[in-house]
């Protein structure tokens, strides 16, 4: 296979590494958020050296790609899907964090061929593209064959303003402080239309998710869908787990200085630890028992 695929060229644009063991599976990897090329071949090099194929995919924020979280095309990932499968691997699985583990999601229910998904820190719904300074657009997180998917708007955000919701989340008598982000998903109006239909998808499914993370409720999320499967009957492997003493930082290998932007790091620093050590070994059993 070749060692880097672009959209102009190839319809996705990744970075290629060959296996050494268990050469019928391979791992579409993706990180989250705001995520270069280098940070997102260093986290997920735990992969590589366990030996799995891993085939690490940008969805934005890549040089050449878009900056934005909009329009970001599943067809990125059906267009990897099928490079791998004309190339022989029969177990293709997905790994995402944070928006990644959403677009993971995404992609695994509209995408049959994909049969495993690792999400850690996911949310469920595609949300409109989150702006600050500028006003809300109403363009989703994610589109598919040229059209942008359903999304959920940020309601509270668009009634008060962001600096208005955050001076409100400010007034707030609450415990919890530093978690205004989570705060604006908290607030937003979810729809049926814009949940991801993880009762689609065809593929075991490992989610994670600290219960105090300050980006999104991701413990929420993985509750949520925890027993949507259930409710439908999914005929897979679902693992649940919810750490009590974790961060946003979970499947990374975070520095010292990105632990100080989460509460968790600096409250509960060996706890977070202990929580990021068990997620890897959580996700290497779940690949052993693929």
């Known amino acids: 296979m070749k060692k880097f695929y672009n959209v102009q060229d190839d319809g996705f644009q990744a970075y290629w590494f060959e296996g050494t063991t268990n050469k019928d599976k391979v791992i579409i990897w993706m990180h989250g958020s705001s995520m270069n090329e280098k940070h997102c071949i260093t986290d997920s090099e735990y992969l590589r ?11 934005y924020c890549w040089k050449g790609m878009s900056k934005k979280l909009r329009a970001v095309p599943v067809d990125y990932v059906e267009k ?12 293709i699985g997905i790994h995402g964090i944070s928006s990644g583990a959403a677009y993971a999601l995404l992609c695994a229910s509209l995408i049959p061929d994909i049969s495993l998904v690792i999400s850690i820190c996911p949310f469920d719904y595609v949300m409109e593209e989150p702006k600050i300074f500028r006003k809300l657009t109403g363009r989703a997180w994610f589109s598919y064959h040229g059209k942008d998917c359903p999304c959920s708007l940020y309601t509270g955000q668009r009634e008060n303003g962001f600096f208005g919701s955050l001076l409100a989340y400010r007034k707030q008598d609450t415990e919890h402080q530093n978690e205004f982000l989570r705060s604006l998903y908290e607030n937003a109006t979810l729809t049926e239309e814009s949940r991801i239909k993880v009762e689609n998808m065809k593929a075991h499914v490992l989610m994670v998710a600290p219960e105090r993370d300050n980006e999104w409720p991701s ?5 949520r869908m925890e027993k949507k499967l259930s409710d439908a009957g999914y005929p897979y492997r679902v693992k649940a787990i919810v750490y009590p003493y974790a961060s946003h930082l979970l499947g990374t290998y ?7 932007a989460f509460p968790a790091e600096k409250k509960w620093p060996r706890e ?3 929580a990021r050590k068990d997620c890897f070994e959580q996700e290497f059993q779940f690949l052993q028992e693929w």
């Open 80 to 91: 990897a899907v099928e490079e791998l499968k004309r190339n022989g691997f029969s177990k």
């Open 219 to 223: 413990p929420t999320a993985v509750r």
């Open 49 to 59: 050296q366990k030996g799995y194929s891993t085939l690490v995919l940008g969805f």
């Open 254 to 260: 975070p520095p010292e200085s990105w632990k100080k």
């Open 272 to 274: 977070c630890d202990e």
